[in-house]
């Protein structure tokens, strides 16, 4: 089975700064996905980016990017010019490509708090 | 709003009562699937219906059972609930094996006293 770990519990950053969030995987499929997702106070589970195994090239989306390491099993998220709306539960997921079934398996999430 | 409707919003009942939650997924979307999140925890995958049929089975209690209706709305049943049934229930939908993740509902927080 696939597991997703997600070693900081909790991380702070200064409003405008650039923080990194770590994620690392195990799984012995060749293709699957990677997501990222915020959870703010109100709970909403909210899509951040994501990343296909199959590419190379590291997903951006404006201010969000990932460095997406496939032999390492390695998936952080780097948030650029933090803004205090970052602050948020930060969820990192994997899903495999399979046929067997496409639910995500979540990490144990990432407190980040941001500074003013 | 995520396109995604679960009702109710909150639930508060008593050990031994049985609930039920109520998931309308996006329009035009067949997958449904249901997590549990613990407080301050991660989501854990319980259940997925792909167009009315069971698709996938995770860490389901025997006591939760689950299933999706021909109008494409599934409800999640708890039956027997203890205390550390408490948590958030997300209900989210995809159109089928979509590689562009899934679309959460605003989730219902049950509470067990």
């Known amino acids: 089975a696939q597991t997703v770990t997600q070693s900081q519990p909790e991380m702070s950053v200064q409003e405008a700064e650039t923080v990194t969030l770590s994620c690392t995987y195990d799984?012995?499929?060749?293709?699957?996905?990677l997501f990222w997702y915020k959870q703010p106070p109100s709970r909403q589970m909210i899509l951040v980016i994501r990343?296909?195994?199959?590419?190379?090239q590291n997903a951006t989306e404006n201010r969000f990017s990932v460095n997406f390491q496939k032999a390492a099993k390695s998936f952080s998220l780097k948030i650029s010019d933090s803004q205090l709306g970052d602050a948020a539960m930060y969820f990192c997921?994997?899903?495999?490509?399979?046929?067997?079934?496409?639910?995500?398996?979540f990490g144990g999430g990432t407190r980040l708090m941001v500074k003013p | 709003d995520s396109g995604v409707t679960q009702t109710p919003k909150h639930l508060i009942t008593a050990t031994g009562q049985r609930v039920t939650l109520r998931c309308s997924p996006r329009s035009g979307d067949l997958s449904v699937y249901w997590y549990q999140q613990s407080l301050d925890q991660g989501l854990q995958f319980l259940i997925q219906y792909y167009n009315g049929e069971e698709r996938a089975k995770g860490n389901i209690l025997e006591r939760f059972s689950a299933q999706q209706f021909p109008d494409l709305h599934s409800e999640l049943n708890l039956s027997s609930l203890e205390l550390g049934d408490s948590a958030l229930y997300f209900c989210a939908s995809s159109v089928g094996r979509s590689s562009y993740g899934y679309t959460f509902g605003s989730g219902t927080r049950l509470t067990v006293v």
């Open positions: 799984t012995s499929e060749s293709d699957y996905y």
């Open positions: 990343q296909e195994a199959y590419k190379q």
């Open positions: 997921a994997y899903r495999s490509a399979s046929n067997a079934g496409n639910m995500l398996t």
